[in-house]
């Protein structure tokens, strides 16, 4: 099978650090990818190598086809790039931007008029046109970017935290417009810390301190990295409670979401009546305890401990 990226042994080092260390993986042609990891855990380096804006110290890759280190230029007229860092010009209005960013791409006139449409029509920003686009809203000046980015019908997109800063409903919208583009047949590969987005995407990576440490689509990682059950517990001052819990030999792993933690143990019914008995001695309200299928950021959470654990 052809792949739309395959990356090899790919490294950026800066001076004597690290930033990429030797990572491999492959995107399938019109999949939507994500890929995850904390803010400096080599994301953006990564894609800028890629996208052959950056070169290598070791290692290789394709994109389309194309050897990033030999065909740069092919590399580049293949693929649409949205940078982490705002891309557009803010003091331009909308159709400014576009067409500038048509220019860069080099398409005709007639090209160009048709692809304004569809633009305009997919950021839903038809009757901005004239707009400056500063005083565009972040989610707004996001779907001109993505817009902007595939004006020239790039066959593979890099996303570089496109929702970063955009509020949830147009985080939705955002990712509507992305499945459309997978729809049309588009290998996207796009970065994000919002773990409900990781959910969206059919294949996963994550990658910390420049090393990829888990892979695989959402349900493969959480059937294979969590072999142990985990709980979820519903009780009054869930902070104490963790730290009752988390002593525990049987607790392999706590955290806190909001007002319920999530317990992984040994042994479920073991679990349940050691915690139920923890929190009565604190006299702590115990609401509920269930079991519960793991979600990605149980996961990750558990991933990145088992990381730490190693040092
Ligand atoms: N030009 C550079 N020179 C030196 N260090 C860099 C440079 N670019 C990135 N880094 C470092 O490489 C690491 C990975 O950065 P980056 O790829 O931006 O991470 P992410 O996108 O996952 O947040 C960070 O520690 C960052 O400080
Ligand atoms: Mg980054």
């Known amino acids: 099978m052809n792949h739309a990226i395959s990356v090899h042994n790919l490294t950026k080092r800066f001076g004597s650090f690290t930033a990429v260390d030797h990572i491999n993986f492959d995107v399938k042609q019109g999949e939507i990818f994500g890929f995850l990891g904390a803010n400096g855990a080599g994301k953006s380096t990564t894609i800028r190598m890629l996208c052959a804006l950056l070169e290598s110290s070791d290692g290789t890759a394709t994109v389309g086809g194309f050897d990033i280190n030999k065909e740069p230029d092919k590399v580049k007229e293949s693929i649409g ?8 010009y803010e003091d331009l209005t909308v159709d400014e931007n576009i067409n500038f960013f048509g220019r860069v791409y080099g398409l005709t006139n007639s090209e160009l008029l048709q692809r304004r449409d569809w633009v305009l ?3 839903n920003l038809r009757g901005s046109e004239t707009r400056i686009t500063g005083t565009l809203s972040g989610g707004w000046k996001q779907r001109l970017a993505l817009g902007c980015a595939v004006l020239h019908k790039p066959k593979i997109v890099f996303l570089d935290e496109p929702t970063s800063g955009v509020d949830p409903v147009m985080r939705r919208k955002f990712w509507e417009l992305i499945n459309d583009l997978s729809a049309e047949g588009v290998t996207v590969l796009v ?11 059919n294949d996963i990576i994550l990658i910390n301190a420049g090393k990829i440490i888990a892979g695989g689509s959402p349900k493969e990682l959480k059937e294979n990295y969590i072999k142990n059950p985990i709980l979820e517990v519903q009780c009054e001052n869930v902070i104490d409670a963790m730290t009752l819990v988390e002593s525990e030999r049987w607790a392999l792993e706590t955290s806190v979401f909001g007002t319920y933690m999530h317990v992984m143990v040994e042994n479920e019914n073991i679990a349940r009546e050691k915690i139920q008995q923890l929190l009565s001695e604190k006299n702590i309200v115990l609401n509920r305890i269930e079991k519960i299928t793991p979600s990605l950021e149980d996961v990750f959470i558990y991933l990145l401990d088992e990381e730490e654990k190693k040092k």
Not at 81 to 88: A, E, G, I, R
Not at 191 to 201: D, I, S, V
């Open 81 to 88: 790039y949205m940078s982490q860092k705002f891309s557009l």
């Open 121 to 123: 029509e997919i950021a």
């Open 191 to 201: 970065t994000t810390h919002f773990l409900e987005e990781a959910e969206y995407c």
